[in-house]
């Protein structure tokens, strides 16, 4: 997580920008990004008024005071910090932080995190405040996830390769075995990449050639030259390749007489792992796609919609209508909503008798179209896209005291630490007799309490 940082290393009011902030654009608030890039990092030259790199074999130059922005809605630009405003920040247990509002004064440590997210469903309709611990990923397995493999192996995964299931229109299903995305492509390229995962359900890919679905396995129907083009119903993983780093039987306090095994190979099935992640409700992004929570009836919540005066046709088309009549015109019986249907009142007052029965068979029919629709969606999974987040984290500071639910774009890590900073039950060690701790003596170890 890099910074803009003043002369003396700790973050400056005029500048705290980080990468990877949710930000706002404040002439255009509707302009919601990720923070790419910023001018003056450690990734350059230290000190120098523009920062450039090496991006896809070009060179690209940040100018001094500004920041590169990857935007959910539009094309990546550059940005002066001034106009940006910082929606939200992600930090890690254990990070050191300070208050935005005093950077220099006292530092604390993060001891829990909870996140919130925003979500905006397959058919447009935004769901605000979400608990991301709801939220299950399309993976199972991530790259950078840490897992126990066989032999008490600890490791990191630095590749996941994914099984997906396609069907068509018709019903048709296969499953496209070791799927990459050139050769099974999305139909409407994101401008901002998933970090969780390249498919998900309810995703409409195409294949580059018709040999790709040819050569997968057919769960239901045969292969057709003419299918070219279907949606994902659903996501495996079928191996990870796994970077191990030790192995339980070398580390401190292991049986003296235990001999760790050889590494197992990097290839692995996820079956043979057992998977560390309490934390991994805090790696949702803008841009991810997770499935929605177990009980979300996205059909229901659109049906509640509905109950309320949305018209039927935009809860099962998807979109409202473009231009909206009266609903007692008989040239718009589509916009009638049921609350509208069951005011007789109305009904026997303004309609005669053969538009009362015409309503009442729409009514009826589109009864039972929803629930044919609400009883197909239960048995599918869906997949909904982070607009935006919202986290929150615990703060025990140098002083012993606790902060509870502090929004984390109000901190600021801190990545320079003096020699002297210590926090509340931090275990410490005697220094020694020569101050330094290289005299070889037995040296005390504490634990601190309190300032």
Avoid at 277 to 297: A, E, K, R, V
């Amino acid at each position: 997580m890099e910074m803009l940082a003043g002369p003396a290393g700790r973050p400056q009011p005029e500048t705290q920008l980080i990468r990877e902030d949710l930000v706002q654009k404040v002439s255009n608030p509707k302009e919601i990004g990720i923070v790419a890039e910023i001018s003056g990092d450690s990734t350059s030259t230290s000190n120098m008024a523009i920062t450039c790199e090496d991006v896809d074999g070009e060179n690209t130059c940040n100018p001094s005071g500004s920041a590169r922005i990857v935007w959910l809605r539009s094309q990546e630009t550059e940005e002066n910090v001034t106009d940006l405003r910082v929606l939200d920040r992600s930090f890690v247990l254990g990070d050191v932080v300070a208050t935005s509002a005093n950077p220099d004064g006292q530092t604390g440590i993060v001891t829990e995190i909870s996140m919130s997210v925003d979500l905006e469903l397959p058919s447009g309709e935004v769901v605000e405040g979400i608990d991301s611990r709801r939220l299950r990923r399309v993976r199972s397995y991530m790259p950078r996830d840490f897992v126990i493999g066989p032999g008490n192996w600890l490791g990191q995964i630095e590749q996941v390769i994914d099984n997906v299931t396609v069907m068509f229109e018709g019903g048709a299903k296969c499953k496209i075995f070791r799927a990459d995305t050139e050769r099974l492509f999305p139909v409407k390229g994101g401008l901002m990449d998933d970090t969780n995962s390249p498919y998900y359900p309810g995703q409409r890919v195409r294949v580059a050639t018709s040999g790709v679905f040819k050569d997968a396995k057919w769960l239901k129907g045969t292969w057709n030259p003419n299918k070219t083009e279907g949606t994902v119903v659903a996501v495996e993983v079928g191996s990870v390749l796994v970077n191990w780093i030790t192995s339980a039987h070398t580390l401190p306090g292991a049986s003296a007489g235990a001999q760790p095994s050889a590494a197992p190979a990097m290839f692995q099935k996820p079956s043979a792992l057992l998977q560390l992640m309490y934390i991994s409700h805090t790696n949702w992004q803008l841009g991810d796609w997770p499935l929605l929570p177990p009980g979300f009836d996205a059909m229901e919540h659109a049906v509640a919609a509905g109950e309320e005066g949305v018209p039927l046709d935009q809860y099962f088309n998807g979109c409202a209508p473009a231009g909206r009549g009266s609903p007692l015109d008989s040239d718009n019986y589509q916009d009638i909503t049921p609350r509208t249907v069951l005011n007789k009142d109305l009904i026997f007052n303004t309609l005669n008798v053969h538009e009362e029965k015409l309503i009442k068979k729409q009514t009826k029919i589109a009864r039972k179209e929803r629930r044919a629709a609400m009883k197909r969606e239960r048995g599918a999974e869906h997949a909904a896209l982070v607009v935006k987040t919202k986290t929150k984290v615990d703060v025990k500071w140098q002083d012993g005291t606790k902060s509870y639910g502090v929004e984390a774009s109000a901190l600021v890590p801190v990545e320079y630490l003096g020699d002297h900073e210590f926090w509340p039950e931090q275990y410490v060690l005697d220094r020694g007799s020569d101050g330094e701790g290289t005299d070889q003596l037995e040296r005390r170890v504490g634990k601190i309490i309190g300032p």
